[in-house]
T-cell receptor
């Protein structure tokens, strides 16, 4: 059974810092991995999608990496801003299936 | 931007009442998911459909939950009778499979409160 773990559960940093969020998964047989952002009381917004054959994806100040063999992904946020405050979720799509398995998320707070 | 539309946005109901949540997936997407989010359990998969056929509903309490896709533009999730422990945010998501190269898109959710 695929399990996804995100560490830390919560993170608070001052504005302007670069930071890394971690995601690990137990079964490397994945189709892809997706990072989402969730604001309080809102839905999930897709940030980055990495296919199993890829090593990283970039969008603006965000960079996500994938090391399938070690079961790890990181989300790097450069020059953090208060508007980046949200919960960040990673989800893996299991190979041979359509469903996503989610981690519990990292609640990020950027302090002005 | 194409989006997944869920209604209602919020629902407060009394225990024992029937609740119906609706989802309009993105046009052209052939896979539809229902997830439930609680503080304790996080995001849990309840059921999903591909080409309107149910593929997996093992996450749903069968005695009270039912999920259907009457047509390609509408997915429904019903709870009858509702219980306080059903209080959660219910998300619908859609995507393309088996390709899935674009990932899945989530709706804004239905926040259900059963009192």
């Amino acid at each position: 059974k695929q399990e996804v773990t995100q560490i830390p559960a919560a993170l608070s940093v001052p504005e302007g810092e670069n930071l890394v969020l971690n995601c690990s998964f137990t079964d490397s047989a994945i189709y892809n991995l997706q990072w989402f952002r969730q604001d309080p009381g809102k839905g999930l917004t897709s940030l980055l999608l990495i296919q199993s054959s890829q090593r990283e994806q970039t969008s603006g100040r965000l960079n996500a990496s994938l090391d399938k063999s070690s079961g790890r992904s990181t989300l790097y946020i450069a020059a953090s801003q208060p508007g980046d405050s949200a919960t960040y979720l990673c989800a893996v799509r299991i190979q041979g299936a359509q469903k996503l398995v989610f981690g519990q998320g990292t609640r990020l707070t950027i302090n002005p | 931007d194409a989006r997944v539309t869920q209604t209602p946005r919020d629902k407060v109901t009394e225990m024992g009442q029937e609740v119906t949540m609706r989802c309009q997936p993105i046009l052209g997407h052939n896979t539809v998911f229902w997830y439930r989010q609680t503080m304790k359990q996080g995001l849990e998969l309840l059921a999903y459909f591909r080409n309107r056929a149910p593929l997996d509903d093992s996450g749903m309490p069968k005695d009270r939950f039912s999920a259907e896709m009457p047509d390609a533009t509408l997915a429904t999730l019903k709870i009858q009778p509702s219980e306080p422990r059903d209080s959660a945010v219910y998300f619908c998501a859609s995507g393309l499979s088996p390709k899935g190269i674009y990932g899945y898109t989530f709706g804004s959710g239905t926040r259900l409160t059963v009192v």
